[in-house]
């Protein structure tokens, strides 16, 4: 019976320290930027603090965890390279705040970037507040096709990673940029900013493969989602865009040496109130011809949105292009299904490809717009054939001719 006993004490008593070694082992692998180690502190900026703790981090050889507190942290800039030795986690539970002056910037361009990092997760609840609104009074792309600005968070060669539960505040620019990204997926996150807040693009992807994004609300004064050159095999599911100017393929062909783009998937999404609809857009008498295919929008909800459906190929915002030379963009296999709601706008569909690369197989189905004012539908159909199926006649090619999209029928 004392054997037994002495034999159950020396279990328990391993059993404990099992769980406090591994609770060592835990409290060794995160990195939390408040204490005493990297001194950081709500109201003070932890450009410092954060760096160092994503070096100790990065270098680590078991999964590791960053942790940003509950508070308001002022940021300068950031920039976390790869590659790390193990997965890594910033757990972002706090407010990062950026400067309002981005002069104050090494790199104007960027606030903060991810590069070069795989099995990386962005988590946490918390908020990149970029105070753009400064940028956004003294931005100038009206009058001047140079102009830049600084964008929020960027994601430069990030692969098999994940970012969920983060929100994107006042950028002064894009709020998202990722760019050579591969398996990369967005979920749950929230972009905020007024609607006339100029070139705020939500989240814009380009030269990516695999890219997911879903359960995510964006408002926002640009493109809730935009999908640059070179994206390859991207999902867009259950995001609700609004306000903001819609979620767009392009705009392509304004650059040289462009990338193909191919296998784009927009499905249950719920726009309101925006600018614009699902549209895909390039740029006439641009340098690159590219191919643009494989792209299908379905089950989406338009709720009082202008402009619904958009294939645009002469996209020249401010009329800083020559509309006399046509796209050089081949557009083909583009899909409109289950598409309902209410159109802002008497043009409820615009389907206007180049006359020197006319559109191929673009499919239309079960398409019903109700306008949400007083007028009739109508729809333009140029440079195409589509294939139409289940779509009332107003809504199915009514003309080929240039529509003003506020007075439906008559001639733009």
């Not at 430069?156 to 994107?168: A, E, G, M, P």
Request: proline letters at 5%; hydrophobic letters at 35%.
């Amino acid at each position: 019976m004392g054997l037994k006993l002495v034999m159950n004490l020396l279990s328990i008593l391993m059993i404990l320290s099992s769980v406090s070694a591994k609770r060592e082992f835990l409290s060794d692998s995160e990195f939390d930027v408040t204490s005493a180690k990297y001194g950081g502190k709500a109201g003070s900026d932890i450009s410092q603090a954060l760096t160092n703790a994503w070096k100790d981090a990065c270098a680590s050889t078991s999964p590791s965890k960053i942790i940003i507190p509950k508070g308001t942290y002022p940021l300068k800039e950031a920039e976390f390279s790869g590659p790390c030795k193990a997965p890594i986690e910033m757990q972002l539970q706090g407010t990062l705040q950026a400067p309002e002056d981005s002069t104050q910037l090494t790199k104007p361009d960027t606030w903060i970037g991810f590069l070069y990092i795989n099995d990386f997760t962005l988590s946490g609840g918390g908020v990149f507040d970029g105070q753009g609104a400064k940028a956004w009074k003294a931005n100038d792309c009206q009058k001047n096709p140079k102009c830049s600005s600084t964008i929020n968070v960027r994601f430069h060669q990030v692969k098999k990673s994940l970012v969920k539960d983060i929100t994107s505040l006042n950028s002064k620019n894009f709020h998202f940029n990722i760019i050579g990204a591969e398996q990369l997926t967005f979920d749950h996150v929230t972009v905020t900013a007024p609607g006339d807040s100029l070139n705020t693009d939500g989240i814009h992807i380009g030269r990516s493969n695999g890219v997911n994004i879903t359960n995510c609300v964006i408002g926002t004064g640009d493109d809730c989602i935009s999908i640059g050159d070179g994206t390859k095999q991207l999902t867009i599911e259950k995001v609700t865009c609004g306000p903001g100017h819609g979620i767009s393929v392009g705009s392509l062909g304004k650059y040289d040496n462009e990338e193909p783009v191919a296998g784009i998937f927009v499905k249950n999404c719920t726009l309101s109130k925006t600018q614009n609809g699902v549209r895909v857009k390039t740029w006439p008498n641009g340098p690159s011809a590219i191919t643009a295919s494989d792209i299908h929008f379905e089950d989406i909800i338009m709720d009082d949105v202008q402009n619904p459906i958009v294939v645009d190929q002469e996209y020249c915002p401010y009329d800083q292009c020559d509309k006399s030379v046509s796209s050089k963009i081949k557009i083909s296999n583009v899909s409109f299904k289950n598409i309902r709601g209410t159109s802002a706008t008497a043009l409820g569909v615009k389907v206007a490809c180049s006359k020197s690369n006319p559109c191929d197989q673009v499919v239309m189905s079960d398409i019903d717009l109700k306008l949400s004012g007083a007028g009739e539908l109508t729809s333009q159909c140029t440079n195409t054939k589509p294939t139409i199926t289940n779509v009332a006649k107003p809504l199915a090619c009514a003309t080929d001719q240039p529509v003003d999209p506020a007075k439906g029928g008559a001639p733009k």
